[in-house]
């Protein structure tokens, strides 16, 4: 048996047609770039996932960084996040010219540890990106008490987050904005590169419109310099197709999430645990083993793919060693980061499938 990392073989036989009609449909009208495309595409996403505002942009990357632009964020000020995440969420706060200020994630969920974000507040800090990683969200009721208590804006990393939510409200919808990835292997993937900004309120959302369009609302009229980060048309039509099947995928994924959790946790390997009263979406299943090596070679063998979600954290980082962190200033990021193994998970993935991947992964994994 062949199990894949993701199947996006499946998924696109699956609405192939509705696929090409849409790219013939945007090569016959020529909406290339921005234009009504992408309007309708935030329109479908908002409807399917929460928020009231939107722009869609170039990706997740952008969506960060004209965030952050557009809250007037930049050099000088700091930026609190969390020490496991993917390199784009430290580059984009580098990007404006701020400094990203580190902490450390909880044990269980993976998500950022509220109890160590009041210390990392300095007279600089001017934001906190808490980032809802592998589709676990963050506890957003304390952060934005704590945002709220300090004069902080809010830009929630949303990237593996697609329709998660906590206490019953939507990821990206907590904060000043909410910032969103489409590449491909999301849960909710563009056939390129796309990304998306909530926003608050529609001040800010025009403004980070203007940040994603060179700095205008009119064609040969800049009112700042911005930049170029405009979502293209064929990722917006795309994008809306798949909108209408995201819910049931998302489904799905719990499903298979659950089968996991039924078989590891029974054997006593530790596996994400849901945060209390949110919504986790597993962009990515992770479950830690004190063999890592021995385990993704026997999983390779047996043609199952796995890969490791994050193998570096942050402040170990060539590119961020100006930042002064050392090794074991974040424990607990430094001790997963060396014993996560991501294994398959997709919303076509079936019980045979998993059952193998089970099987094959308690033949060799040691806690």
């Known amino acids: 048996m062949n199990v894949p990392f993701v199947d996006l073989d499946a998924q696109y036989l699956s609405i192939k047609q509705e696929v090409l009609s849409a790219i013939e449909g945007v090569l016959e009208s020529k909406q290339f770039i921005q234009g009504k495309l992408s309007e309708e595409f935030v329109q479908d996403f908002i409807k399917v996932h929460g928020g009231n505002y939107g722009v869609g942009c170039s990706n997740g990357t952008s969506a960060i960084t004209v965030s ?14 969390v020490a496991n995440t993917f390199f784009a969420t430290i580059e ?13 994630c909880d044990r269980e969920t993976y998500s950022m540890d509220v109890e160590k974000v009041a210390n990392a507040i300095s007279k600089k800090t001017k934001a906190i990106i808490p980032v809802h990683l592998y589709g676990n969200p963050a506890k957003m009721d304390n952060i934005s008490e ?28 907590f904060g000043d904005a909410g910032t969103f990835s489409f590449y491909p292997g999301k849960n909710l993937g563009a056939y ?5 900004v909530l926003a608050k309120n529609k001040e800010l959302n025009d403004l980070i419109s203007m940040h994603v369009n060179h700095g205008r609302t009119k064609k040969y009229e800049h009112d700042f310099l911005a930049g170029n980060y405009r979502m293209d048309g064929i990722q917006a039509a795309i994008l809306s197709i798949k909108s209408k099947y995201i819910e049931s995928w998302t489904n799905q994924r719990i499903e298979a999430a659950a089968f996991y959790d039924s078989k590891l946790e029974h054997s006593g390997l530790k ?4 945060q209390e009263q949110g919504k986790c979406v597993y962009h990515l299943y992770v479950v830690e083993v004190s063999n890592r090596n021995e385990v993704m070679n026997y999983l390779k063998e047996n043609n199952i793919s796995c890969g490791i979600h994050y193998p570096v954290p942050m402040h170990l980082q060539p590119a961020c ?18 014993r996560i193994v991501s294994i398959p998970i997709f919303p076509e993935i079936s019980n045979e499938q998993q059952e ?11 806690n």
């Open 321 to 338: 060693k100006h930042l002064g962190y050392e090794k074991g200033d974040f424990p607990v990021s430094e001790m997963s980061s060396d």
């Open 92 to 104: 984009a706060i580098a990007e404006v010219g701020a400094t990203p200020v580190l902490i450390d």
């Open 68 to 81: 952050l632009r557009a809250l007037g964020i930049g050099p000088g000020d700091e930026v609190i996040t």
């Open 146 to 173: 704590i945002a709220k208590r300090h004069n902080l804006n809010i830009i929630e990393d949303c990237a593996q987050a697609h329709l998660s939510t906590y206490k019953n409200q939507a990821v990206g919808t």
């Open 271 to 274: 596996v994400i645990k849901k």
């Open 192 to 196: 390129g590169d796309a990304g998306l």
């Open 356 to 366: 193998f991947v089970v099987n094959k992964l308690l033949d060799v994994a040691r």
